[in-house]
């Protein structure tokens, strides 16, 4: 018998502007779902930090541009894709930062891909056509 699945999504511009509603969106579910206060804040800055990279990087802040979110989950997964057709992200150019360093230098940025693999237990990259997706997955 295959596992239920329940999914929802919306669609935003892509600026900060919309960081709050994609936030709350994400937690509504996650709380529902059945994760406690601080699995639903991880996963909150993991879609933060992954929306931002997209105004950022892959739409090099056009507000004009939307990024789909789209989250579901059944017994054991929690998962949130984001979907954008700007600039793909290659994870193969990808190299972890030196995060002490970067503390110790007071620098700012270049830690949101590390974090979002830290937080989350699966992260993949995907690009079907124009559309790039990142699908973040937490397990119960």
């Known amino acids: 018998m295959a596992k239920s699945t329940t999914t929802y999504s919306i669609s935003v511009q892509a ?19 059945g994760f406690g206060k601080q699995q ?16 950022k990087h892959a739409y090099k802040h056009d507000d004009k541009k939307t990024v789909d979110i789209e989250l579901g989950y059944n017994s054991n997964k929690f998962w949130v894709s984001l979907l954008d057709t700007g600039d793909a992200f290659d994870p193969s150019d990808y190299s972890k930062p030196d995060v002490r360093q970067k503390i110790k230098e007071k620098k700012r940025g270049g830690v949101g891909v590390y974090l979002i693999r830290k937080l989350m237990d ?5 690009k079907q056509g124009a559309v790039n997706e990142i699908r973040m997955t937490k397990n119960k």
């Open 40 to 55: 639903v804040a991880d996963i909150r800055l993991a879609v933060d930090e992954a929306y931002t990279n997209i105004i």
């Open 122 to 126: 699966d992260v993949e990259y995907n």
């Open 15 to 33: 600026s900060t502007e919309h960081l709050a509603e994609v936030r709350d969106f994400v937690a509504k579910y996650a709380k529902e779902f």
